[in-house]
């Protein structure tokens, strides 16, 4: 595995590798594997040739009050965790080699950025998407994969490639999950055990919409109210839970296309997760552990 920490050297590398006919694939993270970042790399290895994986802490995407300082790093993990999934090239730039001074250009989210986690958290999508931006031009791949469990920021990525013209394809995994139905983050390290247990909600909040749309009712408010009865649990404080079109339009009509995004803090460690109505939360990723 080649560990690359400059930016020129991880433009000559993939360009050495595209040059041999080889297609490149990327799965941008911001480390602190578990996972559902390493099923990320085997899907980017079955249709790929050569896979980068990125570990890059992106200051630009925390709010003053967020947790840039606190998010959990461990480059020595993540090295072992990539090596162990045959990853080809980690990219571990530190901040001042991606920026070397603050960018004064920015690429903006427009409306599809201004709801639910934009609102949430202002700047946020902004910076998502100018890290993303510079990743694609640095390590110039043909393909880019992302978890679903981060679906807006997915939508935007795939809008601004659209609207952009970058040559990339953008290919968005399902969700992986712990037996007991937890989406897997890197947040979810903050959890003690009774926040862990608590969290769940979120999972049965989903769940049980689901369920009521198979059941027969497809009124979205009646789902959200569903939705939050469960979600209303000690220890966790609802932020958002709302049925949505799959560009996160409202809906008059709930059908298997639609989305149920939702947000909450568990303690002081805010958690999102979502399903498609007609896939549901089985047919995400189950995994032992993480």
């Not at 080649?2 to 991880?10: D, F």
């Not at 896979?51 to 200051?59: A, D, G, H, K, T």
């Not at 560009?247 to 999102?272: C, F, Y």
Request: glycine residues 8%; hydrophobic residues 45%; neutral net charge.
């Amino acid at each position: 595995m080649h560990e690359i920490t400059k930016l020129p050297e991880m433009r000559a590398w993939s360009r050495a590798e595209r040059a041999k006919g080889r297609r490149i694939g990327v799965v941008p993270t911001m480390g602190s594997l578990h996972e559902g970042h390493l099923r990320l790399v085997d899907r980017a290895r079955d249709r790929a040739d050569r896979v980068v994986l990125s570990l890059f802490v992106n200051p630009l995407q925390f709010g003053p009050q967020e947790d840039f300082v606190r998010y959990p790093r461990n480059l020595a993990r993540d090295r072992g965790l990539a090596a162990q999934r045959e990853v080809d090239c980690l990219f571990a730039p530190d901040t001042a080699a991606m920026y070397a001074a603050e960018p004064l250009v920015r690429v903006s989210p427009g409306p599809l950025g201004e709801t639910f986690e934009g609102a949430a958290r202002p700047g946020h999508f902004a910076g998502v998407l100018t890290v993303v931006a510079k990743l694609f031009h640095i390590v110039e791949p043909d393909l880019a994969v992302f978890g679903r469990k981060d679906y807006q920021q997915a939508l935007l990525v795939r809008q601004m490639v659209q609207d952009l013209d970058f040559p990339v394809e953008i290919d968005v995994a399902p969700t992986v999950r712990e037996l007991d139905g937890l989406a897997l983050s890197s947040r979810n390290a903050y959890l003690d055990p009774d926040q862990r247990r608590a969290a769940l909600a979120l999972s049965r909040a989903l769940r049980a919409v689901e369920q009521a749309w198979r059941g027969g009712e497809a009124n979205p408010a009646v789902l959200e109210r569903r939705g939050l009865e469960v979600l209303k649990t000690p220890g966790v404080t609802p932020e958002y839970l709302a049925v949505v079109s799959e560009t996160l339009q409202p809906v008059k009509q709930a059908d298997a296309r639609s989305v149920v995004v939702i947000a909450a803090r568990v303690g002081p460690t805010r958690l999102i997760d979502n399903v498609v109505l007609g896939e549901g939360v089985a047919n995400d990723v189950s995994v032992r552990g993480a």
